[in-house]
């Protein structure tokens, strides 16, 4: 089983994979080497990750390299953990991979945005659809959802 580390604290600078590789040469368990670059300038955008062959190969490497300087910068190595693929960003890449770190929170049940040039009318002209209708699928926003909870209870007082 091969493990996945992340490589950040790289400089903002035009980094080959082959460079990052001569630091990590001692470790026998590298297996690949993939720097993220940006698309326009073609530099790093900061962070590559590293494979290796196995999970306590990881812990030694992590264990060997965590705080290491490359060109001035102490590197900040750690595990990755996987990447849907409807969630990747681009960047173009140096070797093949499905997995990155995941910084971001879950995107959950979005609604179809609708034609809001149209004024928010769907196909059958009503401008409701029968997911904003009903409220079993759809979950609010976490960080609004005290709000809506007192709005709710506003509105029911209201009417009764």
Request: with cysteine; net charge neutral.
């Amino acid at each position: 089983m091969s493990v996945r580390l992340y490589v950040g604290n790289l400089p903002k600078e035009s980094i080959e994979r082959e460079a990052l590789q001569e630091i990590f040469a001692e470790a026998n368990a590298v297996v690949s080497t993939k720097v993220i670059k940006d698309r326009k300038t073609g530099k790093c955008r900061g962070f590559a990750f590293v494979t290796v062959s196995t999970d306590e190969a990881a812990d030694e490497f992590i264990e060997k390299y965590n705080g290491q300087s490359f060109m001035d910068s102490p590197l900040k190595i750690e595990k990755a953990n996987p990447r849907e693929k409807e969630e990747e960003e681009g960047g173009t890449e140096d070797s093949a991979s499905s997995t990155e770190p995941v910084n971001k929170q879950p995107r959950g049940d979005k609604q179809p945005r609708g034609d809001k040039k149209r004024g928010g009318k769907g196909k059958g002209g009503s401008g409701t659809s029968a997911s904003a209708s009903g409220s079993e699928g759809f979950q609010p926003d976490p960080r609004w959802a005290d709000q809506l909870a007192q709005l709710k209870e506003k509105l029911a007082s209201a009417n009764s």
